[in-house]
Structure formats: C-alpha cells, structure tokens
C-alpha cells in the first residue's frame, strides 16, 4: 500500500480513472483541478485498488479527493516541501494533520451538496436569467474579487480575475440575474462537465442587492443549465457558517453529501 505521484494528467488519470468516476461527487475538486494541478496523487491497496487521489493546488495546496483515514495517515511530503495548508472531507483532512504531530487551526468548514429535483425559487425573484456576454467581464471580475474576499481567500487589491471570468464567459458557462430594469443583480457560473458531475460556484450578490432572492434565481438558472448539458450530477459547495446559503440551496433541492475541512498548519515556518 502506497501513494504514487505523477505531474502527468493523462497518466494519472489511467491509474485512477477507476475512483475518479466512481465517486465523481466525492471527487469534484480533483477533477477540477487535474489538468492545472502541480501533482497529482494516487493510493493504491495492496491488490492494486486505487482507494484514494489527491490534487496539489496551483497554491500549493494539497486537496483530498475520495480518501481513506488510513490513506490520509500514510501521507507524507519530503523535508521543505510540507504544505502549510489543505483541504478536503474532513475525516481525511483530520487523520493527515494529526498524524504530521504539527499544530493546526481551520480555516473553513464547507458542505458539499448534490442537485436532487430541482426546485425554481417561490416566490420567483423579480426579473430574469441570462447568459453573461464579453461586455459583463469587466463588472463580473469585480464581482469575483469581492466574492474571493468574502469567502475569506484575502485576494491583493490588485489581483484581476479578469482571465478566470472571461474563461467562463467564453464558454458560456456564466449566468446573470437581471433585475426588470435590465441591470445585472447576481451571477452563478458552473464548471465544466467531467465524469458526468459539474459543480455550481461563483455565486455572488453585492450587499445592496442582497435579500430579494437575485441569487436563488442565477442559481436555479445556471443549476437547469448545467442538467439540460448532461451533467448527471449537479454539485456545490456552501460554508457551513453561513446558514442562509445552507438552506437557500437546499429549498433549490441540494441535498448534503459530505463536509469537508480546510486547516493551515501553524508549526511551520517558510
């Protein structure tokens, strides 16, 4: 029983392509981030089973796909290249950081969740969804930095996610709620469909617009799309500390399917 690492995508996904489809949902992060990660890893049983992957980050983070506890334990990191964070179901993210002995904080506590019947918003928000064009990317990548900042992710006052959003926008995979009088109110993107599961994300109201179900409306919209575009499942993540988004989309028909931890360690120094 071993971990394996590979930078090759294609390679990776050979070796596990197994799990990867098996638990699509489970493993809806590495999926997004197999073809830009900096590793990627796989555990293998002592018969062979791939039990268990891992993506790294472009930030350097290491973030747990379906993972076994004793998987987790086994993990390891050569001396100077330990990460300082990582995320992932919290039962692995736990067992990895208590076997490394170092001490470590949370930094968030999320919920992933998965589309059952979709449930349009009631009462309907005022106004309606549309597809967001190349002249919305200047406003959606303001929009994307506050959605970064208040998710915690402390961007730089002059990160530009201009690149990200247009990606999105060019594939139209980004959805606007507009208000009756023709001004965009909110905005939910969805990620490319892989293994059959596409993940909801991106979903933003700015605090003067908040409160009149804007979000529940991009929601729904960009939630059909992503169904009407064959994805079999239909995933989000919420913040557990935010109860209004928890039950938002569960009133939209999302229902839990495991929590996951994001920690930083705090006995390393770089």
């Known amino acids: ?44 049983e002592a018969d062979g089973r ?7 980050s472009p930030s350097h ?3 747990f796909g379906a993972v076994t506890v004793e998987a987790a334990r ?13 995320r992932g179901e919290t039962a692995a993210v736990e067992a990895f950081a208590d076997a490394t002995g170092l001490p470590w904080t949370p930094t968030g506590r999320m919920r992933l969740f998965r589309l059952g019947e979709l449930v ?19 406003l ?12 915690g992710e402390k961007p730089s ?28 109110v909110s905005m939910a993107c969805v990620s490319p469909t892989i ?3 596409a993940r909801v994300h991106l979903v933003y109201t700015p605090p003067a617009e908040r409160g009149r179900g804007y979000a529940a409306g991009a929601t729904e919209a960009v939630s059909r799309a992503a169904r009407d575009g064959g994805a079999a499942q239909v995933l989000l993540f919420t913040d557990l500390a935010n109860p209004t988004s928890n039950a938002l989309y569960q009133r939209l028909g999302y229902r839990p399917v495991t929590d996951h931890l994001g920690i930083e360690f705090t006995g390393l120094s770089r």
């Open 1 to 44: 029983m071993t971990w394996y690492f590979t930078e090759d995508a294609a390679a990776f996904r050979a070796a596990a392509g197994g799990l990867l489809a098996a638990e699509a949902a489970r493993n809806t992060a590495v999926l997004t981030l197999m073809d830009s990660a900096g590793r990627l890893g796989w555990w293998a």
């Open 50 to 56: 791939v039990t268990g992957v891992l993506a790294v």
């Open 61 to 63: 983070t290491p973030v």
């Open 74 to 86: 086994a993990l390891a990191f050569p001396a100077g290249e330990e990460p300082t964070a990582v």
């Open 120 to 138: 349009p918003p009631d009462p309907a928000p005022a106004g309606r969804a549309r597809v967001a064009t190349s002249a919305d990317i200047p």
């Open 140 to 151: 959606t990548a303001a929009w994307a930095w506050e959605f970064a900042r208040d998710i």
């Open 157 to 184: 006052p002059d990160q530009d996610f201009t690149g990200p959003v247009t990606d999105r926008v060019s594939d139209g995979r980004l959805v606007l709620w507009e208000a009756p009088d023709g001004r965009p």
């Open 195 to 197: 293994e059959g599961q």
